[in-house]
DNA sequence: TGATCCTCGTTCGTATACGAACGATATTCC
DNA sequence: GGAATATCGTTCGTATACGAACGAGGATCA
């Protein structure tokens, strides 16, 4: 590590207390890098997690409207609908307007959508099962327990 | 919820094996969400995440060549080529040559930006608490640890 | 009925995140 | 010395992520 000897050094004993190595926020985040990228080498670069997320959801509880899909999914409305844009324009989902209520859209899978979610399903078990990998059967269920709780 | 009577409703018994709102790549997500919302409630909208990493760490070690300074808080060369950019552009950092390697460009904060980490620094820590205020005291700890070893 | 308020979907702007490719510079090895 | 290889920083394209603002439609209540 070059230490170059400038204004910009450290110029006072630093708060010893904080060290970003042990925060939360940055462990959780490198966590997630390593989810996202055991994702993209089992799932294909041709999906994405939160577009995967979104057939999931679909293919477990059928269509919803556009914005409660992404409730569920954990996307606000400017960020799902790009994701069932791109599904959109895959053809893995089809929109239709909900008869009921005159603003909103109804997401659903496609036909070609559920046999690619169907297909994909193993995969998607894999890819949770090697994120898990590093840590004893016990301590996989600790993890999703404490994170449950933080959400 | 909805459940249109269309093709594209789930057409066979679906794989109950897997439920999403049960993968860790999806709680992981949340729980970031979270913790990121919550570090913009205390640090303030005008400072992201990524950007008080490269911060906190060159407040901690001084300064470093650019990539390592990536590597050191965990974002690739493009991503933290643009975090650099935008502590540039607000002047928190400044950047030379590396004289011993022609290749480097050696980033370091600015005297403004060590005064502005050392102020945020306690909110810094109030935002890992926040985060992790669901937890047990005991939690905490199991937590980090597990965390720690899925990078 | 009509005014108010809420939700829905859309768009814009900004900021990660990262694969891929590129030229410039260092290092390694013959 | 010189060629092969590796690293550095840069740029491009695509995909989340989300605040903010907007118009259209729906619900509530006087």
Redesign the pocket.
């Known amino acids: 590590m070059v230490r170059p000897s400038t204004a910009a050094e450290t110029p006072e004993p630093a708060d010893e207390s904080y060290d970003l190595a042990e925060q939360v926020g940055f462990i959780m985040?490198q966590a997630?890098?390593r989810h996202?990228?055991i994702f993209?080498e089992i799932m294909g670069?041709d999906l994405?997690?939160?577009?995967w997320?979104v057939l999931a959801r679909l293919y477990q509880d059928g269509g919803s409207?556009?914005?409660?899909?992404?409730?569920q999914?954990?996307?606000?409305?400017?960020?799902?609908?790009?994701?069932?844009?791109?599904?959109l324009k895959r053809k893995l989902v089809q929109?239709k307007p909900?008869p009921?209520?005159?603003?909103?859209?109804?997401?659903e899978l496609s036909p070609a959508g559920v046999d690619y979610t169907r297909e994909l399903l193993p995969k998607a078990e894999t890819v949770t099962k090697v994120t898990l990998a590093p840590l004893a059967t016990n301590q996989r269920a600790t993890l999703v327990a404490l994170l449950k709780q933080l959400r």
Not at 48 to 51: A, E, G, R
Not at 65 to 71: A, E, H, I
Not at 73 to 80: C, F, P
Request: proline letters at 2%.
């Open positions: 985040r997630a890098q996202v990228s993209n670069s994405t997690p939160t577009q997320a409207s556009q914005n409660l899909l992404g409730r999914t954990a996307m606000d409305a400017a960020t799902i609908k790009g994701v069932v844009d791109r599904l929109t909900d009921q209520d005159g603003r909103r859209l109804i997401v």
